[in-house]
């Protein structure tokens, strides 16, 4: 019966952990170097509106909204995955 409990209650507390999500607006310094490159040197012209930075248990995400409409979304490490343009 102890057993049980202490595997209920650790399986709580796994979940709870993972399930953790931070979300806040960031500033493009707070970004991983090979991104602030990349928006650097493919979209100079274009100005920031806001960066999302995702955080949970397994994973960083980052998204960056321009003024013209393009977002850009990149992994934890800087790596570009996705691609947007919101007519």
Request: aromatic share 10%; charged share 30%.
């Amino acid at each position: 019966m102890k057993r049980t409990f202490q595997l209920v209650a650790l399986a709580v507390i796994l979940i709870s952990l993972a399930s953790c999500e931070e979300k806040k607006i960031v500033t493009i310094t707070d970004l991983p170097q090979s991104a602030q490159t990349y928006i650097q040197e493919n979209v100079p012209d274009a100005k920031v509106m806001y960066i999302k930075m995702e955080k949970d248990f397994f994973r960083t995400k980052y998204e960056v909204r321009f003024d013209n409409q393009l977002e850009l979304e990149f992994k934890g490490d800087g790596t570009l995955v996705d691609v947007d343009v919101n007519d």
